[in-house]
């Protein structure tokens, strides 16, 4: 199972990024997939994700402003970050039920 994010890289505040993530190596259909990030010195800490029946679930500090969506044809998900803020500046990784990770992407947002 391979996954490779995409789409990362620098942003003013208030700006926006949409990140992608495709899968290959297996049949995902069935699968959570989502987000997570990690900042420098902090723990990996949950974005977002949506299961295979299209359930939802986002950190409290993305609500809001940031939109996961799938393509489950293309075993591909999406991130649409809205309204960045420095405090989203992370690595972002992407992740098939906690279980394959991506190997992130870079998100930098200046003040």
């Known amino acids: 199972v391979q996954l490779v994010e995409s789409g990362g890289g620098l942003v003013q505040t208030g700006g926006s990024l949409t990140l992608f993530c495709v899968a290959s190596g297996g049949i995902f259909t069935t699968a959570v997939m989502g987000w997570y990030r990690q900042a420098p010195g902090k723990q990996r800490e949950f974005v977002a994700n949506?299961?295979?029946?299209?359930?939802?679930n986002y950190a409290d500090s993305v609500k809001g402003r940031f939109t996961i969506s799938r393509v489950f044809a293309k075993n591909t998900v999406y991130l649409q970050m809205n309204s960045l803020t420095p405090e989203d500046t992370a690595v972002y990784y992407c992740t098939i039920d906690r279980t394959f990770w991506g190997q992130g992407t870079q998100v930098t947002v200046s003040s």
């Open positions: 949506m299961s295979s029946v299209r359930n939802v």
